[in-house]
């Protein structure tokens, strides 16, 4: 079975998506993003991203930890 999901807030999103992927009977198929505003060269980069992780090359991250990461090397 698929389900479509509209996500209103986009700062829910990774969220959402973060909760969703814990289940291991839960398999995202597909993401969209409605908002055009987000660059043609930010969206090729997540794209490839997307690519590398449904081939099994990485996973996902947590945001929060991603953020640490560069906080803790900021000046």
Do not use: C
Not at 1 to 22: D, G, H, P, R
Not at 42 to 47: A, F, P, R, T, V
């Amino acid at each position: 079975m698929e389900l479509t999901v509209n996500i209103k807030e986009q700062s829910k999103i990774a969220a959402f998506l973060n909760l969703i992927k814990e289940f291991d009977y839960i398999e995202i198929v597909n993401v969209k993003e409605t908002i055009q505003e987000i660059p043609a060269e930010h969206k090729d980069l997540l794209d490839k991203r997307i690519e590398r992780i449904e081939k099994g090359e990485t996973t996902f991250r947590k945001w929060d930890l991603i953020k640490k990461k560069y906080e803790d090397k900021a000046i």
